[in-house]
């Protein structure tokens, strides 16, 4: 098999776009999984609580999908930047 996602051409002023979208987004998540986490610390309502933790947990996982698709968006710059 060979690989041919390096063949397609792409668009760095995309790539920075799209970079700077993801950027903005996981400064957003962060801010919401901090929330989650004070609320299971210092709420007095166990159904707060529980739910809050159930909340976190979803945010982690979609900051770890946002966390890759930050990582692929910045190799494929380097890419380009090394092709000149």
Known sequence: ????WH???TDRVRLS???GDLD???HTLDT???????????????HE???AAQDEAVYMAEMDRLMT???AVEAQ???IAKRG
């Open 49 to 51: 609580k529980a739910q």
């Open 7 to 9: 063949l397609v051409p």
């Open 17 to 19: 776009e799209e970079l």
């Open 32 to 46: 919401k999984v901090r929330q989650a986490a004070n609320q299971q610390r210092y709420s007095a309502d166990p």
């Open 77 to 79: 710059l380097l890419l």
């Open 1 to 4: 098999m060979i690989a041919t």
């Open 69 to 71: 698709r930050i990582r």
């Open 24 to 26: 903005a987004r996981r």
